[in-house]
């Protein structure tokens, strides 16, 4: 035992003085006191305070007593048990339950080393890599049988290693079938690190399952694109693969992709005993996610069907966005909107004009007739009115604005200007408040007029690739405007472009009028442009300086960005999810992420955000609903990390909301979960992994497959050296911390003051 003192050196004399002064204080006060207390009583009083105050002042000085303990750890003997749905198969014959196998053999061992008197002590821990660690016992009342989805062995050492960092093992155990669901490389990468955490205790893998088993056929191997565009052509490429068949001459195997019932693609080759790889291919018709089935015919009275089956997915996205442009006359500003779209591979411009046969396409001149429902408008994302007059005045704007509502896109144009023309026809009610301006007068404001970037409008995605912020004027070269419509933005609504210029006549006064408005109504995007020459923005190139080549215009750029926000929208701002994977296994633990941005692309790192997750029935009719709160949040990506459980096979869709002033809502996306899982396919054990684990970590592979491989094993555990560790602690305790400290010193001043009452002192 040894006392340990907090405070400095140089304050003892202080605290000293302190102490003797509180002394004296408190004889001298009792000296005084009225009346006089007996000598007896007064002795005692001083006593009490005295007591009191230099336990304070101890307290202050932070005595701390310290004492040394020695104690004898027995060596340590670590089973560490696979915990992936792989291990609770049910097996051949021979090997009926692994995970049973499994708990015996761990049982087993612990019995022979106890009738082997060695001082050992068993611990027991499951787990799968992918997941912490748990400790179990074989006395717990319930053992749950693994159900985690996916392993990763060598990941799985090293938390073990971590955790047993500080104890004495002497061995370490491994209980599995040998198989994982990473890449070697992954395994690899960490397998040095593995070996240097456990040098200090001898590593032995034990393998679960059959490592031969009957005949069987199964699909690995398989590569195909997560993503693809409809029409398309879609390639899946895998591997036949053939085991303890033996040598026999090739058969002919059937394998299909099939997507519920209908067959996408079939093909019958010559497989033989060894691996084929084979391919097929469809082109899709459709877009969404697409939940497809491959497929191998099974062997005569083969044993295992679920490696015969592999769930895949593919994401089809639209192959062009369409855009549809209504025009009373194709003039110069349609001819450059349709270039525009033709530098955007994934944008498709269908150009509709009057005629005398009335509206029809540019490219054919097939006869086009205006959408009578909201189904019809919606085939398109986009739709350009250059003009609202004529025939694009006749248009149902009622219906076209549900579409918008919907999330269609809209852009309106005015009138193409005559010559020397003032007045400028209105658009219709209904059209008039699509726009995201207010029209305030049906008359062209003449120019010169000069296009300037609004100051707020720098971070906006239409001007993405840009340098904006630089501050230079992206417009500098382009060409006045002869005319516009004067309007002002409406509320909710965002100018990014203005128009500079000078009435005729009036010298020094200027006039700042939108130009270009953008803007959200509900789900769809609104454009308006007020210029009366859109092209002649366009019309100028830079040459850059000594490359010899022709760069766009930012006018050029401005306008591809226009066309792919229209039809696109953006998805700088709001709530959207992040690097989603949209297929999961069954059994398998769900990751998402989401980020929430502001109008200006800037992260919210301190919003309230929750995902709602709904089954689909048949046809997509939505089921239960279930919500999760955020799991965490990653400050350096911005972005809101959700950890969901494994859920029953199916498909989902799931959905972001933000709680602010008003709810924000993410688009709905739809997640599948396959009936498929990696983990039913695992029907043996993969004995050259563990051979191949156990060399690198320099120890030893047993295959229990009888007693003598318990024997083996037994034998070998009884060589290694199992004497105690000898370890010390040191166990401190602060007597000044605490509630004891307070209750002593309370009841000293409250004796104090309870025989000063009683003798009536003042």
Sequence with gaps: MSILWTSPAWSWPLLLVVAAGAMFLTVRFYGQSRPHPT????????????????????????????????????????????DSASMALQGSPQYPDRWAQALATVARVDSALGNLDLNVETR??????????????????????????????????????????????????LVSDGQETVRLAANTQQGAGSAALLSSATFMAVGIGDPVGNSDRLIKDIRYPETAFQGDQVLVEATVMHRSLGPA????????????????????????????????????????????????????????????????????????????????????????????????????????????????????????????????????????????????????????????????????????????ARRLAEPGPQLKALLPVTLEQAAWKRGPLFARLDSLAYDHPIFSGLAAASGINLLAQAPPLPAMVPCRTRDGFQSLLIAVGNEPGQVGQVDEVPL?????????????????????????????????????????????????????GTRESG?????????????????????????????????????????????????????FPVSGFDSLRGQYDFNLPAMPPGRYSIQLLGHADSVVESPVEELVITSHSVEQTQVRQDARKLQQLSERLGGSYHNL????????????????????????????WDPSAGWPFLVVVVLLLACEWFLRRRHGLL
């Design 249 to 420: 001459a090739p058969t002919p195997v059937t394998v299909r992709l099939l997507q519920g019932d209908r067959i996408l693609a079939e093909k019958t080759l010559q497989a033989g005993p060894g691996a084929t790889n084979f391919e097929l291919s469809y082109v899709p018709s459709e877009s969404g996610l697409q939940m497809l089935e491959l497929e191998v015919s099974p062997l005569d009275n083969e044993r295992f069907l679920t490696n015969n089956r592999v769930s895949l997915g593919v994401d089809i996205h639209k192959a062009r966005t369409r855009l549809l442009l209504l025009a009373e006359k194709p003039g110069w500003n349609v001819r450059f909107l349709a270039q525009a779209a033709q530098r955007e591979t994934r944008l498709s411009l269908e150009v509709v004009y009057a005629s005398e046969k009335g509206l029809v396409f540019a490219d054919s001149l097939k006869p086009f007739v205006a959408p009578k429902s909201l189904q019809q408008w919606l085939e398109y994302e986009g739709v350009i009115l250059a003009g609202w007059s004529g025939a694009n005045g006749r248009l149902d704007h009622s219906l076209l604005g549900q579409a918008v509502e919907s999330g269609l896109g809209l852009m309106v144009l005015p009138d193409a200007m005559v010559s020397r």
């Design 124 to 173: 027991i821990l499951r787990g799968n890599g992918l997941a912490d660690l748990q400790e179990f016992g074989l006395d717990d009342p319930v053992i749950v049988e693994p159900l985690h989805h996916g392993t990763n062995l060598t990941a799985l050492l090293r938390k073990a290693a971590n955790r047993l960092a500080a104890d004495p093992v002497r061995g370490l155990i």
């Design 705 to 732: 497959h009888d007693d003598s491989g318990i024997n083996g094993l037994v034998k070998a555990l009884a060589g290694l050296d199992w004497n105690s560790t000898e370890i010390a602690s040191r166990r401190k």
């Design 575 to 627: 709530l959207s999810f992040v690097g989603r994977q949209a297929f999961y296994q069954e059994g398998q633990s769900i990751q998402l992420a989401g980020q929430w941005r502001d109008m200006r692309g800037h992260a919210i790192a301190d919003g309230r955000v929750s995902l709602e997750i709904q089954r689909l029935g048949e046809g997509g009719t939505p089921g239960d609903s279930r919500s």
């Design 516 to 568: 270009l408005v953008v803007g959200r109504r509900d789900a769809g995007r609104v454009a308006f442009w007020g210029g009366s020459r859109l092209w002649e923005m366009t019309f100028w190139n830079n040459v850059s300086a000594g490359k010899g080549k022709t760069e766009d215009h930012a006018a050029r750029q401005i306008l591809r960005n226009l066309l792919v926000w229209l039809a696109d």
């Design 39 to 82: 000598v007896g009583l007064r002795r005692t009083l001083v006593i009490l305070r005295s007591a009191a105050l230099l336990l304070l002042v101890l307290a202050l000085a932070g005595p701390i007593l310290s004492r040394l303990n020695r104690q004898d750890v027995p060596g340590q003997l670590v089973f560490l048990v696979e």
